[in-house]
């Protein structure tokens, strides 16, 4: 049974920063991507980025050159840090996993973030 954890979150003041990590019960590379989403109230969770086993990111456009994906193979963690925060980065943030064959998703239970202006 994969399980994903996340902390991190908290309240931050306008351009603070943040860092929110997950860690998997077992080996991230069983995983073939792992990636961070959000979901603010009263809209749809939305992709913020994801990262490959073989290091490769993708990043939404809201967050480019503010939010970078790391991994730690060695602690089964992944990292997200949050530079440059704003009001509109409010959401609650879930660590997901991804592997290909057969497909199939795990998701964390999510940490709260919010940005104060």
């Known amino acids: 049974q994969v399980q994903l954890v996340e902390s991190g979150g908290g309240l931050v003041q306008y351009g603070g920063s943040l860092r929110l990590s997950c860690v998997a019960s077992?080996?991230?590379?069983?995983?073939?991507?792992v990636g961070w989403y959000r979901q603010a109230p009263g809209k749809e969770r939305e992709l913020v980025g994801t990262?490959?086993?073989?290091?490769?990111?993708n990043y939404a456009d809201s967050v480019k050159g503010r939010f970078t994906i790391s991994r730690d193979n060695g602690k089964n963690m992944v990292s997200l840090q949050m530079n440059s925060l704003k009001p509109e980065d409010t959401a609650v943030y879930y660590c997901n996993a991804k592997r290909e064959l057969p497909l199939r998703y795990w998701w964390g239970q999510g940490t709260q973030v919010t940005v104060s202006s």
């Open positions: 990262i490959t086993t073989g290091g490769s990111t």
């Open positions: 077992g080996s991230i590379f069983s995983f073939n991507a």
